[in-house]
């Protein structure tokens, strides 16, 4: 929770690791699906942050979740992207039980002139279980 409303952070918040913060829920066009959230990417040497446009979520939660339930391992990289791909995912799996997520942050189209990523790493199971429920949560709260 910010003071703003609700918010997820993601990564470690030390110093130099980049930390990710999901905030700003909003439905843009009343009832419609559409939803809308900030993204920002924060560390000693990066500050940036994007609108990530979805239908209802596009499904983070449930992508989430699934790599959870997997936590026995899989091969090769799963792969989520936003409804406008301003946000993307590739989830790889390792030995030792963790998950590796890869962020990637767009520019907007039509120009996405750039495009930004970082690494979170998290223990599979219980760790993976608990960011998708806290993005569920964010991801189902009442925008007003």
Same mark, same amino acid.
């Given at each position: 929770?910010?003071?703003?409303?609700?918010?997820?952070?993601?990564?470690?918040?030390?110093?130099?690791?980049?930390?990710? $913060?999901?905030? #700003?829920? /909003?439905?843009?066009?009343?009832?419609?699906? *559409?939803?809308?959230?900030? =993204?920002?990417?924060?560390?000693? @040497?990066?500050?940036?942050?994007?609108?990530?446009?979805?239908?209802?979520?596009?499904?983070?939660?449930?992508?989430?979740?699934?790599?959870?339930?997997?936590?026995?391992?899989?091969?090769?990289?799963? /792969?989520?992207?936003?409804?406008?791909?301003?946000?993307?995912?590739? /989830?790889?799996?390792?030995?030792?039980?963790?998950?590796?997520?890869? @962020?990637?942050?767009?520019?907007?189209?039509?120009?996405?002139? @750039?495009?930004?990523? *970082?690494?979170?790493?998290?223990?599979?199971? #219980?760790?993976?279980?608990?960011?998708? /429920?806290?993005?569920?949560?964010? $991801? *189902?709260?009442? =925008?007003?």
């Amino acid at each position: 929770m910010t003071e703003d409303g609700p918010a997820v952070r993601v990564g470690d918040t030390g110093p130099r690791p980049v930390h990710l $913060l999901f905030s #700003e829920l /909003a439905r843009p066009f009343g009832d419609d699906p *559409t939803l809308d959230f900030i =993204v920002k990417a924060r560390g000693q @040497w990066v500050s940036i942050e994007t609108l990530v446009r979805t239908w209802d979520g596009d499904g983070l939660d449930t992508f989430l979740s699934s790599l959870a339930e997997d936590f026995r391992g899989w091969e090769g990289p799963r /792969a989520w992207r936003s409804l406008e791909r301003d946000l993307t995912i590739s /989830a790889e799996h390792h030995s030792g039980g963790y998950v590796q997520l890869t @962020w990637g942050i767009h520019d907007r189209p039509p120009s996405e002139e @750039w495009h930004f990523e *970082t690494t979170t790493v998290h223990a599979a199971g #219980e760790e993976m279980r608990n960011l998708a /429920a806290e993005l569920h949560t964010f $991801l *189902t709260s009442t =925008v007003e």
